[in-house]
């Protein structure tokens, strides 16, 4: 099974300032790990992924995410927001075995706000 | 198309009724996805669909959900009986995979059907 937990329910976070959203996870597999935004009445936009490589991941939007095994982590981070990066930001995993299937297992969201 | 499209994007029912939701995912994309999104559960999987393979249904709550993907294109999400846990915003997602297994597919989401049973 596998599962993904974003500690945070919400975000404050200044305009300018560099913002943290947080996401572990847990899968028996070598994790694919996404990172998703969703505006008010909007669909869910993909932001990033990790799938191999090089542990940090550059996005969408100035956003970036590091892929950290040994504590099971892959935080969102900008090093500067805006006040339009006002969003809810799911955190997702899927196992990579071949054979898992390919449907995304969902964090619960966290909401960010920026404020001016 | 040039994204996942949804229809309706509301829905509005009476409990016991049935409903069909649409989806047309990105053309060429052999995955599609059903998603549900509600207040207490977040986003839950439902079911998916895979080019020719029979779809996983892992995910669908009852046997009141079902879903079908005609000529591997459009697909339709249908709720039975309808209650009021059933009101939620159910999302469609398509996505190309690779072959190999590589798994390096990004779903692409649509705009969803936010459905409310009264």
């Known amino acids: 099974a596998q599962s993904v937990a974003q500690p945070e329910d919400q975000v404050n976070v200044a305009e300018g300032n560099p913002l943290t959203v947080k996401c572990t996870y847990s899968?028996?597999?070598?994790?694919?790990l996404f990172w998703y935004v969703q505006y008010p009445n909007r669909g869910l936009q993909f932001l990033l992924k990790?799938?191999?490589?090089?542990?940090l991941v550059k996005g969408s939007y100035g956003f970036e995410a590091e892929f950290n095994k040994s504590q099971t982590s892959f935080h969102l981070k900008k090093p500067s927001a805006l006040v339009s990066d006002s969003a809810l930001y799911f955190c997702?995993?899927?196992?990579?075995?071949?054979?898992?299937?390919?449907?995304?297992?969902f964090g619960g969201g966290t909401r960010l706000m920026v404020k001016p | 198309g040039a994204g996942v499209s949804q229809s309706p994007s509301n829905k509005v029912t009476e409990k016991g009724k049935d409903v069909e939701l649409r989806c047309d995912p990105i053309?060429?994309?052999?995955?599609l996805y059903w998603y549900r999104q509600s207040l207490g559960q977040g986003l839950e999987f439902l079911i998916y669909?895979?080019?020719?393979?029979?779809?996983?249904k892992s995910g669908l709550p009852s046997d009141r959900f079902s879903a079908e993907r005609t000529g591997g294109s459009v697909s339709t999400l249908t709720i039975q009986r309808t209650q009021q846990e059933d009101s939620a915003v159910y999302l469609c997602?398509?996505?190309?995979?690779?072959?190999?297994?590589?798994?390096?597919?990004?779903?692409?989401f649509g705009a969803g059907t936010r459905l409310s049973v009264l």
């Open positions: 997702a995993v899927r196992d990579g075995n071949n054979n898992a299937g390919n449907m995304l297992t």
């Open positions: 899968v028996s597999g070598n994790p694919y």
């Open positions: 669909f895979q080019g020719n393979s029979a779809p996983d």
């Open positions: 990790y799938i191999t490589g090089d542990n």
């Open positions: 997602a398509s996505s190309l995979v690779w072959a190999g297994g590589s798994g390096k597919n990004i779903q692409y």
């Open positions: 053309s060429g994309h052999t995955a």
